[in-house]
C-alpha cells in the first residue's frame, strides 16, 4: 500500500525568508501524480503546486517549487519570499495513475513570523 | 459556477443520531469522494464513486453509507453516530485538467458528536 509521510509537524519561517517542507511517500509503481495542497484557517484545501511522476523537470508556480526526486521518493516543497498569508497547514499527497484516490500526509503547520 | 458545494457547515449530533452530510457539484465530474481529517492525521478516505449508481469503500468506511444516484450528487449518512465520528468531513471531486488531475474540494463540515 502507498503511504505518504511529512516528519515535521511544524515549521516555522521569517518573512520574506524561504522555507522548504518535506514529504516522502512510498509505493512501487512508476506512473502517479503528486501533489502539495494549503489548508489556511478556512478549512478550503487549496491546491499548490502538482507533479507528474514521469516528469524529470520540477514544477513551479510562482513563489513555490518542488524538488521531485524519484529515485529517493521524496517531494519537497520550497516556499521563497515567505508572505504572512503562506501561514497554513501543508498537505502532501499521492494519487497513482491507475486510481483516483488521493493518500495524504499528516500535514505541516506552518508559521509566518513578521 | 458554484463548484463543490457541502451542506450543513457545522453540526452537532448527540450519540445514536443518524444524519447526512450533503454534497453537490455543477461540475460534471464522474469521481466524487468523502474524507475526513482528524488532528495529526492528515485526510483519510471514506467512501467514493466513480460515476452515477458506483460506489466503494475508502480507507475507513466503518460507520457510514453512501449512495450515488445522480452525477452531482453524493450523500454521506450516518446511521448511528458515535464520539469517534466527531471530525471534519471534505466532499471532494476529481476532474481531469489538460495533462493533469485535479481534486476539488468542498468547504467541509465540522461535526460534533456528543
Known amino acids: 500500500a502507498q503511504t505518504v509521510t511529512q516528519s515535521q509537524p511544524e515549521m516555522s519561517v521569517q518573512e520574506a525568508e524561504t522555507v522548504t517542507l518535506s514529504c516522502t511517500y512510498d509505493?512501487?509503481?512508476?506512473?502517479?501524480?503528486l501533489f502539495w495542497y494549503k489548508q489556511p484557517p478556512s478549512r478550503q484545501m487549496i491546491l499548490v503546486i502538482r507533479?507528474?511522476?514521469?516528469?524529470?523537470q520540477n514544477a513551479t508556480e510562482n513563489r513555490f517549487s518542488v524538488n521531485f526526486q524519484k529515485a529517493a521518493k521524496s517531494f519537497s516543497l520550497k516556499i521563497s519570499d515567505s508572505q504572512l498569508g503562506d501561514a497554513a497547514m501543508y498537505f502532501c499527497a499521492y494519487r497513482s495513475a491507475h486510481t483516483d484516490k488521493l493518500i495524504f500526509g499528516t500535514g505541516t503547520r506552518l508559521q509566518v513570523f513578521p | 459556477n458554484a463548484g463543490v458545494t457541502q451542506t450543513p457547515k457545522f453540526q452537532v449530533l448527540k450519540t445514536g443520531q443518524s444524519m447526512t452530510l450533503q454534497c453537490a457539484q455543477d461540475?460534471?465530474?464522474?469521481?466524487m469522494s468523502w474524507y475526513r481529517q482528524d488532528p495529526g492525521m492528515g485526510l483519510r478516505l471514506i467512501h467514493y464513486s466513480v460515476g452515477a449508481g458506483i460506489t466503494d469503500q475508502g480507507e475507513v468506511p466503518n460507520g457510514y453509507n453512501v449512495s450515488r444516484s445522480t452525477t452531482e450528487d453524493f450523500p454521506l449518512r450516518l446511521l448511528s453516530a458515535a464520539p469517534s465520528q466527531t471530525s471534519v468531513y471534505f466532499c471532494?471531486?476529481?476532474?481531469?485538467?489538460?495533462?493533469?488531475?485535479?481534486?476539488?474540494f468542498g468547504p467541509g463540515t465540522r461535526l460534533t458528536v456528543l
Open positions: 509505493t512501487s509503481e512508476s506512473d502517479y501524480y
Open positions: 507533479q507528474e511522476a514521469y516528469k524529470q
Open positions: 471532494a471531486t476529481f476532474g481531469e485538467e489538460g495533462a493533469y488531475n485535479e481534486q476539488f
Open positions: 461540475m460534471n465530474h464522474e469521481y
